[in-house]
């Protein structure tokens, strides 16, 4: 079974701080994904890496996957209130079934003002 | 533009009694359709996901299940709930998995 661990997996941080969450995993992935989840509702695709060591930016949030692909970090700069949420990495199995994802336990985030 | 309906958004259920939650896809077809549980501090569990009609594939052992009546119809079901099938069930959809699935609002079960 391929496990993903997130950590922190609590955060609270004043508004204006940056933070970095992780992945990671003793498994490689063909794919990761990040998800941002609000109280009571589904969780929102932030972004999908596919190849070692690609970094990707979304306005504040920095995304980088792992040269073997078995790990991957979120990097958020000047962290807003609006923020705050659940952030959840998701990997796609390389082994059979590739069909689905595999998700961390995630890291709950809240950004004080 | 697709969408995705999931109902109902809360339900509270006496343990023993049935279960049924239901999810809908819209403007697309033969999407793969997920079920997932989240509990606190577990993140999220798959349960069932479906690659076509007749076509589920069962994760975790359980008293739950599922079915796929029609390309955009996937339901959960149970006979008898327990309270340990108390969660926050959701249900997601994608075309391709690499570009991520879509989740429904969820629903809250509380079984007493």
């Known amino acids: 079974t391929q496990l993903l661990e997130q950590s922190p997996q609590f955060l609270s941080i004043q508004e204006g701080e940056n933070l970095t969450v992780y992945c990671n995993s003793s498994?490689?992935?063909?794919?990761l994904q990040w998800y941002r989840q609000e109280p009571g509702e589904g969780p929102v695709l932030l972004v999908t890496?596919?190849?070692?060591?690609e970094v990707k930016k979304l306005k504040r949030l920095t995304f980088q996957f792992g040269d073997a692909r078995k790990d991957s970090s979120l990097h958020i700069t000047a962290a807003q209130p609006g923020d705050t949420g659940l952030y959840l990495c998701?990997?796609?199995?390389?082994?059979?079934?590739?069909?689905?994802?595999?998700f961390g336990k995630g890291t709950k985030l809240t950004v004080n003002p | 533009s697709q969408t995705i309906h999931q109902w109902p958004a809360t339900l509270v259920q006496p343990v023993g009694s049935p279960l049924s939650l239901e999810c809908t896809v819209e403007?697309?077809?033969?999407?793969?359709l997920y079920w997932y549980r989240q509990a606190a501090g577990r993140g999220l569990q798959l349960l069932f996901y479906?690659?076509?009609?007749?076509?589920i594939s069962s994760e975790v052992p359980q008293n739950l299940s599922a079915s796929r009546p029609q390309d955009r119809q996937f339901i959960l079901s149970s006979k008898k709930l327990l309270l340990s099938d108390s969660g926050f069930y959701l249900c997601?959809?994608?075309?391709?998995?690499?570009?991520?699935?879509?989740f429904g609002s969820g629903t809250r079960l509380t079984v007493v």
């Open positions: 997601a959809w994608t075309a391709d998995i690499l570009y991520g699935y879509t």
């Open positions: 498994s490689v992935f063909s794919s």
């Open positions: 890496v596919v190849t070692g060591g």
């Open positions: 998701a990997g796609r199995s390389t082994q059979g079934g590739s069909e689905k994802l595999v």
């Open positions: 403007g697309t077809s033969n999407p793969n």
């Open positions: 479906s690659i076509g009609i007749d076509q």
